[in-house]
């Protein structure tokens, strides 16, 4: 990882800076970084829930496994963004995995006393973390309507909808969305086959809805992405 402070960490991953300076100044040296490599188990699942995590550097891959052994991935997350949260509302042990998707990936525990004492002194950031949670909690429940009562195309825009929501930034009319998800990915983000999305997103291509390379994907018009 670069030459940044953890007290650069903590204002940079508090939520949207949520927490204050002084308090993160008193975290700075009793938190260290745990470095894991690509496809390294940060957790499995129905082990004990004891830290929520926050994540430097690298990606995370939430998800768990069917009965007959399929991975099911339930969100990829990137730099500023934790896991694990559910422990906050009584999750004793894990119900799903999380698992480094690059080398390298730098997270930061949390113990779930210590977040529960920051969340007490601060009712700005227990806010912010419930509204988290809430926010996951729907988005899952939309993604297992998505997966009974929509099509392929269907899941695949309303994903890249909720993409240019969530990270897009506008450029003009246009859209872009800073991600390293591939094809792969976002199909187990979709509930969909590799070659499915690749069709997909060559048809929005060659429509001119939509342009992409391996490091971002460009929304031409949002409401004319159907």
């Not at 872009?176 to 187990?188: E, G, R, V």
């Amino acid at each position: 990882m670069n030459e940044k402070s953890n007290l650069w960490f903590f204002e940079e991953v508090d939520l949207f800076n949520v927490l204050c300076p002084h308090k993160t100044a008193g975290l700075q040296d009793k938190h260290e970084f745990t470095t894991y490599k690509k496809n390294e188990f940060i957790y499995f699942a129905d082990e004990q829930a004891k830290y929520i995590y926050m994540i430097a550097e690298g990606r995370v891959k939430i998800g768990h496994y069917s009965d007959d052994g399929k991975e099911i991935v339930k969100a990829i997350l990137g730099a500023g963004e934790i896991f694990g949260e559910l422990a906050l509302t009584g999750e004793e042990r894990r119900a799903d995995f999380a698992q480094a998707m690059d080398d390298n990936t730098n997270v930061c525990p949390v113990s779930i006393d210590e977040m529960r004492g920051l969340m007490a002194d601060n009712k700005e950031l227990s806010f912010k973390i419930y509204k988290l949670i809430g926010l996951r909690i729907r988005k899952l429940e939309r993604k297992v309507e998505s997966l009974v009562f929509k099509d392929a195309r269907t899941r695949v825009i309303e994903f890249l909808k909720d993409a240019a929501a969530w990270k897009g930034k506008k450029v003009g009319f246009e859209t872009m969305i800073p991600t390293k998800l591939t094809h792969k990915d976002i199909a187990n983000l979709t509930g969909t086959s590799r070659q499915t999305v690749t069709t997909i997103l060559n048809e929005l291509k060659e429509a001119n809805l939509i342009n992409f390379d391996r490091r971002k994907i460009l929304i031409r018009d949002l409401e004319q992405l159907k």
